[in-house]
């Protein structure tokens, strides 16, 4: 497993190129960035071949769900407008080639029922899917814990299970998210072994804060061996909130975690 810098929450205080070169300098891996379309595709890519960083992910866009909207992805009444994100983040990817894209669920919209959310939801998932398979890119989708994000569609392991399985598309794939599982109380080593052989990226913070590790009481080193046990050997994504420290004052974990990833 490598280690990715989440430049959407890790040195804000830059500009967003000039944050690949910090994770760079600082010693991360990879790199992924929530939105990162306020940057031209042809500028991040050249930085990431500047510091011969990979981009492992990108997030289509989901129109006001980070305002406190339902976004795009799960509104029936929405569809032109997802299609048209979609077609961004496709023509964006084609250029800036991160490994894997995140879908966003989104919330349940006001006079949407749940049944028509997920129907939805499939739809766009399989489509999103059978699109960037011809890029070699991975579809994902995330489950966020209700209580940062209230009314989001998609909770827990059993509803991405669930989700998956009416998909049912060789190309999609579980972002599983340990601090939004934690969070919720839930088993989270439970989850990856549900999950296990489709998981194909992992996030972290420290609960209940969201700070680095070591800041709250999540037992790192217990679930990522759990990971290991459930088979899943690829990237983690270090998406957490640095706090007044700032980045690199919080990142005394990284080097240890990387020794113990070479163990």
Known sequence: ?????????LFTELPL???VLAAMTAGFD???IQFPYELPAVALKEVLELTALPLV?????????????PGLASVPARQAEFDAAL?????????????????????????????????CLAA?????????????????????NPIDMPGFLINTPEDLDTLLRAVDHPNLAVQYDLYHMARQGLDVAAGMRLLAGRIGHVQFADVPGRGAPGTGELAFPALLGALRDSGYSGWLGAEYK??????????????????????
């Open 17 to 19: 190129r000039e944050r």
């Open 124 to 144: 766009n998932l399989r489509k999103s899917a059978e699109a960037f398979a011809s890029l070699g890119i991975r579809v994902l989708v995330e489950a966020i």
């Open 57 to 69: 992910l990108i997030n289509v866009p989901a129109g006001d769900l980070m305002s406190g909207g």
């Open 1 to 9: 497993m490598k280690i990715a810098a989440n430049l959407s929450m």
């Open 242 to 263: 640095p706090g007044e420290v700032g980045t690199q004052a919080s990142l005394g974990w990284l080097a240890q975690w990387q020794q113990r990833m070479c163990m």
């Open 30 to 32: 990879g790199v992924e």
């Open 87 to 119: 077609q961004e983040a496709l023509t964006y990817a084609a250029m800036a080639r991160p490994a894997c894209i995140n879908v966003l669920p989104g919330r349940l919209a006001e006079g949407v029922s749940r049944e028509q959310a997920l129907d």
